[in-house]
């Protein structure tokens, strides 16, 4: 019987008649008090903060080892 306005969070699955913000990594809707805030954005889950501010799973690879001519010793 919703009019569509509404919107639910992913994590609780309640529902609420504004728009809530949503996770700007999984773009999960989550409401305030489901949310984990980190540097004034509002995430779904500890994973997705952790990936917007350290990067997610992936790991760099050290550009200094594929550089050529450079040697660790500094020879």
């Known amino acids: ?3 569509g306005l509404s919107d639910h969070c992913a994590v609780c699955g309640q529902e609420f008649m504004f728009a ?3 996770c ?3 773009r999960k809707s989550v409401c305030d ?3 984990v805030r980190m540097g004034g954005n ?9 990936a917007f ?6 790991e ?6 594929e550089v050529p001519g ?3 010793d500094g020879e």
Not at 53 to 58: A, L, R
Not at 60 to 65: I, T
Request: with cysteine; net charge negative; glycine share 12%.
């Open 1 to 3: 019987m919703g009019s």
């Open 53 to 58: 501010f350290f990067g997610g799973e992936e």
């Open 24 to 26: 700007p990594i999984c």
């Open 20 to 22: 809530l913000p949503r």
């Open 70 to 72: 450079f040697d660790e």
């Open 42 to 50: 509002a995430f779904s889950s500890t994973e997705c903060a952790h």
């Open 60 to 65: 760099p690879d050290d550009a200094e080892s």
């Open 33 to 35: 008090g489901c949310s």
